[in-house]
């Protein structure tokens, strides 16, 4: 994955993120349902976006001090925007590589995650920011996201992937949790969705960024490819329906 493009990708189109978001609103609230406690005081959001999931973060724990991050300036504005009114601090940064100063209760990130390059280093990382007894909750996309697109381009073009193949599988996550955190717990959930043609899948993959990098080489993307791609689609999954699987983690200190 290239940061860099994919930064760009949300920035350029972060004004009409909220139109193409419901999936990751969907998550965020059932995230946030898993969140138990109110007791945190200290609270680090990753990957806030246009701040809709900001929102229930702030509306659930109304005392505690929070700081959200996100790389896209666009986002950020949006996000300050949306929520003028509400005490908060936003800052514009990189999770991966932004040095993080003091002691986090909560670390918590909404489909964020999966675009991170050293996820490893970053769970480490957070760790040690965390006060002990302290917790990071996070909702991230699996690999067998979008398997349905994947398999259908893989029919046709030799080589294609979706970006979601090289998300980190459920077996590392537990793995990179149980390295770093005293006690964790990981849920599975496939969300799924329909759309009334393979446009207007790939129009809310475009718009949304959960297209990283990109789907691959242009000539996917011609009218003749795309038709056939549309047949294959619907010659074996009779509809263009897709599969989001999610993975809800938590680990505490």
């Known amino acids: ?136 909750v996070f909702s991230t996309f699996g690999p067998k996201t979008f398997r349905e697109l994947d398999w259908a381009l893989k029919s046709l073009f030799k080589g294609a992937a979706v970006p979601a193949a090289f998300f980190a599988p459920r077996e590392k996550l537990e793995e990179m949790l149980r ?7 990981l849920f599975e959930k496939a969300h799924r969705e329909k759309f009334s043609s393979l446009k207007d899948l790939l129009l809310k993959i475009k718009y949304s960024g959960i297209r990283g990098n990109g789907l691959g080489r242009r000539e996917f993307f011609s009218q003749r490819s795309l038709k056939r791609v549309e047949e294959i689609y619907l010659e074996r999954f009779r509809s263009i329906s897709v599969t989001y699987q999610v993975f809800y983690c938590q680990g505490v200190k």
């Open 179 to 185: 390295d770093n955190f005293g006690t964790f717990q």
């Open 1 to 136: 994955m290239d940061k860099k493009i994919i930064k760009n990708n949300f920035s350029r189109y972060a004004h009409l993120y909220d139109q193409y978001s419901d999936i990751q609103e969907e998550i965020g609230r059932e995230l946030i349902g898993k969140v138990t406690s109110d007791g945190f005081r200290n609270i680090l959001e990753l990957g806030c976006g246009t701040g809709n999931f900001t929102r229930l973060l702030r509306n659930k724990f109304r005392q505690a001090r929070l700081k959200a991050l996100d790389i896209s300036p666009e986002m950020i504005a949006i996000c300050r925007r949306k929520l003028a009114d509400e005490d908060l601090e936003l800052v514009i940064g990189d999770a991966e590589k932004l040095n993080l100063h003091g002691r986090f209760d909560l670390i918590i990130s909404n489909t964020t995650l999966q675009w991170f390059l050293d996820l490893e280093g970053a769970l480490a990382k957070y760790a040690g920011c965390l006060r002990k007894g302290g917790a990071i």
